[in-house]
């Protein structure tokens, strides 16, 4: 029997708290949150200038449209840096317009062959080492007969992605490639590439985007330079910056300034301060505190040049402005929103936000910066916080429970402020992918082809709804439900599975996807009373013990292939953890008259009976449940105590009550010695998986990860279970 040993056992959990169960679950929900502070989005510039991203994600640098009239055998260069958090390999997919050479840190790394130059349709792997903090890509493009550039990106664009940002001193913080003017010779045939932190000017070639307007733009007022001086009267946009107070006490300000508008209307801290009408000048005094003011413009349209410019003094002396937002990439003072055609009033604090589309049944009006072509695009940049996907989702429902049991409002916080900035951007998200052809926000929950994308955070997200009653976590409830009702991919019996085609994964059906699907069905059942959807998660339970259950071992194999019209037949844990967690769930709601519940009762019990006789010697079950040569495994360890707890607590497992509890005993005692060390790090949790007919595939190349998600809000969840079985049976001793 193979066992694990991360550490020694004196810096154990249970070494520094024994069987205090609060304090183990206070230390590991302090490491992660530790460790993932609550930074939002990076709001960064983005021009429209610069190159579309596809459906898939990757960018379609594409010369040939930028240039239609490039000449054949004329040069373009194309250039991006890439941040990353650690040196990791990200397999890229490279398709070719033409001829490309890929640098990856000035030093050639790819060169395109004639059969990749002819066939855009063709799509090179290209495995791309990036190193912990910035790496930099530089293609040469060629123009030829067959087209002018090429397309790149990741391959797994909704797991690792990351934004590409432009290099140049003068471009720090923007987002997107660069990309040159075609040039007539090889401009870097004989001499070094250029580099991130040098200027521009210093490469010699005209780069776009362009940065800046041309003397001609500069002249015209604000929103004609912007929107043009053809936008119909009534029309009107809004100018939104915050004024910087820096003289003590409660001083006397002044307001100066010209507009070329119909009428004009100045809020300050959401008041209304001053209005015009007819290009009347900007001309008043208001006293304000020392420190920050919002301060908001509107400013209606007259038909012809069109803005306002204002300046602010206080003593003669001029008043500083800055962006009411932090945004990367730019100098300017203000943002900017336009032209709006509806005739709604709004109210300031419905625009002194970042977070909505504006007029979507127009097309979508989001923030802009006076520069040429420049919007304001969020960018997801962490590894978790404000991240939607479904390891995630187990983190932050056991983070939410341990909230709720320690008492510690500032967990449950952390929580619900994770899961509501994924939903006060849901849609925005969905415009964004529809403006610039892949969002960079929400990805999962936008794309949402599969039940990976939304059943699991959409679990935690209705659970965290009794603690944080936002509209918008509704709204995505509601998107997630019809997914699953109406659009997921099911047998013709209405099993759930996967279509993935020409995909590894096509025509097969995993038991992870119980967990993906039927505790947000068993939620959302609880919330609206929907019937349906309770008996279709029901349902699905029957249909994959169908294609899944081994009954002469009592456990479940991790996926059924129709391609082969087998299951696979390796008991993958946490392959059987899924199943089991979700089986827990559905069975605390689903009535006691319900016609399936015996049946499901009766698959509980023997399920678990399966999972109890393979538990190891140290506590902790293995990787695959009967290869006692596999390495004990965490997530896994801590699903089973979990449904062991809960089944006992509903009775279900009464009649083996013994045994179960001193499952559960040994279990948690291994789990704190052997995989959860005195800091709060949980180790030895498999990392996400893909599936095998072997189990050699689950022992040896399926490798264990330190704090990884697919461990932590488990491991919190099998630790409360603990807490409230103790609590269920009536002795604190119980388990000691």
């Not at 460790?35 to 021009?47: D, K």
């Not at 083996?656 to 800091?679: H, P």
Request: net charge negative; charged share 20%; glycine share 8%.
């Amino acid at each position: 029997m193979l066992t694990t040993q991360h550490f020694d056992e004196q810096q154990s959990m249970h070494a520094r708290c024994g069987l205090n169960t609060q304090r183990i679950l206070e230390n590991i929900a302090n490491r992660y949150i530790g460790t993932h502070p609550s930074n939002s989005f990076t709001w960064r510039l983005y021009s429209r200038q610069g190159f579309r991203q596809l459906a898939d994600g990757r960018y379609d640098l594409n010369l040939g449209e930028k240039f239609p009239d490039a000449k054949n055998g004329q040069f373009g260069y194309a250039f991006t840096q890439i941040w990353s958090e650690t040196d990791r390999v990200v397999e890229w997919g490279l398709s070719c317009y033409g001829p490309a050479i890929v640098y990856v840190n000035g030093l050639q790394f790819y060169k395109t062959e004639a059969v990749d130059e002819l066939n855009p349709t063709k799509k090179s792997s290209l495995k791309i080492p990036l190193n912990s903090g910035w790496t930099t890509l530089m293609i040469k493009l060629r123009k030829t007969a067959s087209g002018f550039g090429c397309i790149l990106g990741t391959i797994r664009s909704k797991w690792a992605n990351p934004p590409a940002l432009s290099p140049f001193k003068e471009r720090a913080g923007q987002a997107g490639w660069i990309y040159s003017l075609p040039t007539d010779e090889d401009v870097y045939r004989d001499r070094a590439l250029p580099v991130p932190d040098q200027s521009e000017m210093e490469t010699g070639i005209e780069w776009r985007p362009s940065l800046r307007w041309g003397a001609d733009k500069i002249r015209q007022p604000v929103f004609t330079r912007m929107f043009g001086n053809q936008i119909k009267t009534a029309q009107y946009a809004f100018g939104w910056t915050r004024l910087l107070c820096q003289s003590p006490g409660k001083q006397l300000y002044s307001f100066r300034g010209t507009t070329q508008s119909a009428a004009l209307t100045v809020w300050i801290n959401g008041i209304e301060v001053f209005h015009s009408r007819a290009s009347e000048p900007i001309h008043f005094d208001i006293d304000l505190a020392y420190g920050q003011h919002q301060l908001l413009i509107r400013s209606e349209s007259n038909g012809e040049d069109w803005g306002f410019h204002l300046d602010i003094h206080q003593n003669d002396k001029l008043c500083e402005i800055e962006l009411p937002h932090p945004i990367q990439g730019t100098d300017e003072r203000w943002l900017y929103a336009g032209p709006f055609q509806n005739d709604r009033t709004y109210k300031p604090e419905e625009l002194q936000t970042m977070y909505t589309v504006w007029e979507p049944e127009n097309g979508g009006l989001y923030w802009r910066l006076d520069q040429p072509n420049a919007w304001v695009r969020p960018y997801l940049e962490n590894m978790n916080f404000a991240r939607w996907n479904y390891p995630l989702g187990v983190t932050l429902y056991g983070l939410l429970h341990a909230g709720r049991m320690l008492e510690r409002e500032d967990i449950v916080h952390y929580v619900t402020h994770h899961i509501s900035e994924c939903t006060k951007l849901y849609d925005y998200a969905l415009w964004d992918g529809q403006q610039y052809g892949f969002p960079w926000v929400n990805h999962q929950l936008v794309e949402l082809d599969m039940l990976d994308d939304c059943g699991s955070f959409g679990f935690a997200m209705l659970e965290a709804y009794t603690e944080e009653q936002e509209s918008t976590y509704l709204k995505v409830a509601e998107a997630i439900a019809d997914f699953i009702i109406n659009r997921q991919e099911r047998r013709e019996d209405g099993a759930f599975y996967r279509e993935s085609p020409g995909y590894y994964m096509e025509k097969t059906l995993w038991g992870d996807d119980l967990y993906m699907s039927t505790p947000f069905m068993k939620r959302y059942y609880s919330l609206t009373g929907d019937v349906a959807i309770l008996d279709d998660a029901v349902e699905q339970f029957m249909s994959y013990k169908k294609y899944l259950y081994m009954p002469e071992l009592k456990i479940m194999s991790h996926v059924y292939d129709f391609k082969f019209n087998t299951a696979t037949y390796v008991p993958w844990g946490r392959g059987n953890g899924w199943p089991i967690f979700s089986l827990s769930e559905l069975l605390e709601v689903l009535p006691s008259t319900h016609s399936r519940r015996a049946d499901l009762v009766a698959f509980f019990q023997e399920f678990c009976d399966g999972i109890l006789s393979l538990q190891g010697e140290n506590g902790l079950w293995h990787q695959v449940l009967t290869h006692p040569d596999s390495y004990e495994e965490t997530s896994c360890t801590a699903m089973f105590i979990y449904a062991f707890c809960r089944g006992l607590r509903m009775g279900i497992l009464k009649d083996n009550r013994s045994a179960f509890e001193a499952s559960i005993q040994l279990a948690w005692k291994g789990l704190t010695s052997r995989a959860i060390d005195q800091y709060g790090n949980v180790h030895g949790v498999c990392v996400g998986s893909k599936y095998a007919f072997t189990a050699d595939y689950y022992k040896d190349d399926l490798k264990w990860k330190t704090n990884d998600a697919h461990g932590i809000g488990i491991v919190l969840l099998a630790g409360i279970e603990v807490e409230q079985l103790k609590i269920f049976l009536g002795s604190d001793e119980t388990l000691q």
